[in-house]
C-alpha cells in the first residue's frame, strides 16, 4: 500500500493506494477515516485500484486552520482533487463508493465533475431534505446544534443518536470503528491508533459537518445528465432507517431502484466480504463487455443485432440479464449517457443515438421499428425483439426481425 499527501485549498489530505485496476474511491463518512475501509479494500484490490482517504479535518489531514462549519462542496471538490492526483481523467473515469456523510459528497462530486466519474453507489445518505418529515428533522438537527453549543460532542451524539434510532454507522453499539464488532481481546497498536483517531473526530464530525451537511440537497438534474451511472444503496438490515429512506428518495428522483447490500448502515464494516463481493458486481454491472462478432449472448456478453449491438450484463438487482446499451458501428461504445436513457428492470440501460431513436425502440421491453430517416438510427431501420430471460446457464436470445 502506498500513502501520500496532498495540498488542498485550506487542508492537507492523507491518502491510501492499494491494488491495480480501474481506480475505486472510497469515500467515508462520520467519524471514520481511511483505516475504516481497510476491510473492504482488501477485497477488492486484486480487481481495483482502491483509494481511499482521510477527509479534511479528520485524522491525519489537517485543516489550515481552526474547526469550522463544513461544506458538502468543498468536501466534493477534494475528492475530486483525489481522483485527479492518482491520475483519473475523463478518458478513464473511475468508480466511486460512498457511505453515510461519503455518499453525500459522491452525489456532490458525481454532480459536478461528472467526466470523472464512471459508477458512484451511494450507501444510505443521511439526506433529511429529501425526507417527507423534513421539518422533524429540521427540528433535531437545530436540536445537535443547540446541544452541541451547551455541552460539547458527547450530549450532541446523545440527541442524533436518540433521534435516528439506528442498528449501525455512528452508534456506540459496541462496534469497532467501520461498523465491525470491537475486538474481544486487546487491540494491536494499528487498531489503538485508529480507535484513538476515531474518539477525536467525534467532536469535528457532530459539531461541524452534521449540521450543515444535513441540510444539502442533491442536484438531481445534474445527476441525471450525468454520463455516470448513479446507483443508490440500501443495507438489508437497515429497512425503514432514515438514511434507508432518503436513498430511496433519491432514486425515485432519478427513476431507478435502490441496490439493497448486506448489512446495515455500517455493512462495509461488519460483514466486508459479502459487501465486496457486492460492490464488484454492482460495478461490473455498469461495465461494457468486450464486443464479439455472435448471434447469441450469454451473461457478459454481446449478441449481434443487424448493425446494433446489445451489450449484455448480470443485473445486480434481481439476479436478472440487464440490457446496457445499443450501439450502431459508427458510435464508439458508451456506458449511459447521450440524449436519452431508459433503465430496465432496475441495472440494465438502453442508450440511443438521439431523442427520435429513443422514442422509437423503446416499449415492452421490445424494440420497435426505428425510422430509416432518423438521425443516426440506432438500428438502422431495423426491428429487434430485445429478449431479457431469468439468470441461468442458458445463453440469451437477440432475434433480429425479418425485414
Known amino acids: 500500500m502506498k500513502t501520500d499527501s496532498l495540498k488542498v485549498p485550506g487542508a492537507n489530505l492523507y491518502y491510501e493506494v492499494r491494488g491495480s485496476g480501474p481506480v475505486l474511491l472510497l469515500v467515508c463518512g462520520g467519524i471514520y477515516d481511511a483505516a475504516g475501509y481497510a476491510g473492504l479494500a482488501g477485497p477488492l484490490a486484486d480487481r481495483y485500484t482502491v483509494v481511499t482517504y482521510d477527509r479534511r479535518g479528520n485524522s491525519r489531514s489537517p485543516l489550515d486552520g481552526p474547526p469550522e462549519p463544513q461544506s458538502i462542496e468543498v468536501h466534493g471538490d477534494d475528492a475530486h482533487r483525489v481522483l485527479t492526483a492518482v491520475g483519473v481523467t475523463g478518458d478513464e473515469p473511475a468508480h466511486v463508493f460512498g457511505n453515510s456523510s461519503g455518499a453525500i459528497i459522491g452525489l456532490e462530486l458525481t454532480a459536478r465533475n461528472p467526466e470523472q466519474v464512471r459508477t458512484l453507489v451511494a450507501h444510505e445518505p443521511p439526506l433529511f431534505e429529501m425526507l417527507s418529515d423534513r421539518d422533524h428533522w429540521c427540528t433535531v438537527i437545530q436540536d445537535v446544534e443547540d446541544a452541541f453549543g451547551q455541552g460539547g460532542p458527547r450530549p450532541a451524539l446523545q440527541v442524533l443518536n436518540a433521534a435516528l434510532k439506528m442498528s449501525g454507522g455512528e452508534q456506540e453499539d459496541g462496534r469497532a ?22 474518539g477525536t473526530n467525534m ?52 427513476g431507478t431502484e435502490p441496490v439493497v447490500f448486506p448489512g446495515d448502515h455500517g455493512g462495509f ?78 441495472g ?18 421490445a424494440g420497435r421499428e426505428v425510422p430509416a430517416d432518423a438521425d443516426k438510427p440506432v438500428l438502422s431501420g431495423h426491428m429487434v425483439d430485445m429478449i431479457v430471460d431469468e439468470q441461468s446457464d442458458e445463453h440469451v436470445r437477440v432475434e433480429e426481425d425479418s425485414h
Request: glycine share 12%.
Open 348 to 365: 440494465g440501460r438502453l442508450a440511443f443515438a438521439d431523442e427520435q431513436a429513443h422514442e422509437a425502440a423503446l416499449g415492452n421491453w
Open 177 to 198: 470503528p467501520g461498523g465491525g464488532q470491537a475486538p474481544q481481546r486487546e487491540p494491536d497498536p494499528v487498531t489503538l491508533q485508529m480507535m484513538a483517531r476515531m
Open 203 to 254: 467532536e469535528f464530525f457532530i459539531g461541524y459537518e452534521v449540521p450543515p451537511f444535513a441540510k444539502y440537497t442533491p442536484d438531481i438534474a445534474a445527476l441525471q445528465a450525468s454520463p455516470a451511472h448513479v446507483v443508490m444503496a440500501v443495507g438489508e438490515a437497515s429497512r425503514g432507517e432514515p438514511p434507508y429512506r432518503a436513498a430511496f428518495a433519491v432514486a425515485e428522483r432519478l
Open 269 to 346: 464494516g461488519a460483514q466486508p466480504e459479502p459487501f465486496a463481493a457486492k460492490l464488484h458486481a454492482v460495478l461490473s454491472s455498469s461495465c461494457l463487455v468486450e464486443r464479439r462478432e455472435s448471434g447469441t449472448a450469454g451473461p457478459g456478453e454481446l449478441g449481434q443485432v443487424s448493425v446494433g449491438y446489445l451489450a449484455m450484463t448480470d443485473d445486480p438487482l434481481n439476479g436478472n440479464i440487464g440490457i446496457l446499451d445499443i450501439i450502431g458501428p459508427e458510435f464508439v461504445p458508451r456506458v449511459g449517457g447521450g440524449l436519452a436513457e431508459n433503465r430496465l428492470r432496475g
